[in-house]
């Protein structure tokens, strides 16, 4: 029996149906059985992965007192207000995960709404029930509750460890530009400073320091002393004012933040910049 292939076909999907009647009457015991779908595989492409969720702290607290990035009460109030979360080792990769932004969200539990949430690591969980799994998040009680249903919190933060799918998102704070707290440690030979509320990334892969005294155009790198703390240990004593310039983590993005640590500054203020990354 010979088969030749026609000039043309009305469309696509009818010269496959014509070849499937053909190769059944070749063998009819042939099967032809869709793949089954990979759901790792489905969730690497379409941009979400698994991972394990629990939370801390009351049930609709801040989870710590700012935890191991070192923000402080800054996590309780806006732009943070609370919705945040302790990232295991593989996300808090030992303090330059902080600042980071994530969509969370669950879908496996009667409670689950199905809606992300967007959390902001701001603390580690280091062992226990956040390293069973290779991703894991210790959200707030809030952030936690966040992800459920409307009325139905309550049962959500009953149910354990959830899994859960998230994805890296840019951060985002409208009308919030970048915050330089001064760490209560800092002196005019040694400083060192809490930086907040990065747009874009989140997260910081360097920091440079130029001092305001005349003739000085020199950045001095700092470095990553802990959490979201940059440190500068110059050996003598420091001309302010200071600008930054920061670079991002994921783009590589850079930015400068001039003359934003005043003269006669004071350890454990906080100062505002005018300036912040695109989200």
Known sequence: MTFSLPRSFASFSSFIALLLAFLSLLNPCTCFKPRNLNLSSYIATSGWSPAGATWYGSPNGAGSDGGACGYGDAVEKPPFSSMIAAGNPSMFMSGNGCGACYQVKCTGNAACSGNPVTVVITDECPGGRCVAEPVHFDMSGTAFGAMALSGQADQLRNAGVLQVLYTRV??????????????????????????????????????????????????????????????????????????????????????????????????????????????
């Open 170 to 279: 840019g951060c985002n704070y409208p009308g919030v530009n970048i915050a330089f707290q001064v760490d209560a440690g800092s002196n005019p030979n040694s400083f060192a400073v809490h930086i907040l509320y990065e747009d874009g990334d989140g997260d910081l892969a360097g920091v440079d320091l130029k001092q305001g005294s005349p003739g000085s155009n020199a950045w001095l790198p700092m470095q990553h002393s802990w959490g979201a703390v940059w440190r500068l240990d110059s050996g003598s004593t420091l001309q302010p004012p200071f600008s930054f310039q920061l670079t991002t983590a994921e783009s590589r993005k850079t930015l400068v933040a001039n003359n934003v640590i005043p003269v006669g500054w004071q350890p454990g203020a906080t100062y505002r910049s005018v300036v912040n990354f695109n989200p």
